[in-house]
């Protein structure tokens, strides 16, 4: 059974970081190209950044190019987003997501993480 469990989130000023942190178990990590989504309030759920299973390719949303980094440890099955530069506009709920490596659905979700950013 996959489980994706994300923590970290939490209340920050504008201008403050955050580091997000997905501990991924029941699949092979190594195996599986990992993402960040977010949904703010009211909102559609939207990609914020993805990174492949050897960690050479990674991509961002236009929003958070620049200021947000996302990594992974494969021996700690974990993948991280580090938030910095906050604005008002990066609260929501961060979603961890995982897809096998090479294809292009999500198949796997966790249950999210609060980020409020307060002005």
């Known amino acids: 059974q996959v489980q994706l469990v994300e923590s970290g989130g939490g209340l920050v000023q504008t201008g403050g970081s955050l580091r997000l942190s997905c501990a991924a178990s029941g699949l092979t990590f190594s195996m599986y190209d990992m993402g960040w989504f977010r949904q703010a309030p009211g909102k559609e759920r939207e990609f914020v950044a993805t990174i492949s299973w050897s960690s050479i390719r990674t991509e961002y949303a236009d929003s958070v190019k620049g200021r947000f980094t996302i990594s992974r440890d494969n021996a700690k099955n974990t993948v991280y987003q580090q938030m910095n530069s906050l604005k008002a506009e990066d609260a929501g709920v961060y979603y961890c997501?995982?897809?096998?490596?090479?294809?292009?659905?999500?198949?796997?979700w966790g249950q999210g993480t609060q980020v409020n950013v307060s002005t």
């Open positions: 997501a995982a897809r096998v490596e090479g294809t292009i659905k999500y198949g796997n």
